[in-house]
């Protein structure tokens, strides 16, 4: 008990709590990231829902939507087809892989389609 008979457990008074407002917070982290973005960033930010050709080291070609990458050049593709190397006996199809991770270690080269790119409604 306190000396005015009120039960002190760091909850019953309102004085031991500090309020803070989370959405302005977040709001200045957001203002202090954007201020720092890097030309590279940019870059791939513009890249966001682009149809994206990869070619990976054993001759496949991958075709769909960039989702995301990371510090290790992963790059996962969304709605993703993979093609076989090209032979000259036979044309396969292509098989429908979905989402798809692909490890930067195995990157040949990366295609972006410009046309998709500089047309997207959600790239400002």
């Given at each position: ?17 500090e ?18 973005k ?61 989402l ?25």
């Open positions: 008990m306190h000396g005015n008979g009120e039960k002190m457990d760091g909850l019953s008074k309102l004085e031991n709590i309020m803070v407002d989370i959405s302005k917070e977040s709001s200045k982290e957001k203002e202090l990231t954007m201020k720092v890097s030309p590279g960033r940019l870059k791939l930010e513009s890249w966001l829902n682009a149809v994206m050709k990869i070619e990976i080291e054993d001759g496949r070609t991958l075709i769909g939507q960039f989702l995301c990458t990371d510090r290790d050049c992963n790059i996962i593709l969304g709605s993703c087809y993979e093609y076989p190397p090209p032979d000259d006996n036979a044309a396969e199809e292509p098989r429908v892989l979905g798809a991770m692909v490890p930067g270690k195995y990157i040949v080269s990366i295609s972006v389609d410009d046309l998709m790119v500089h047309n997207s409604p959600y790239i400002t």
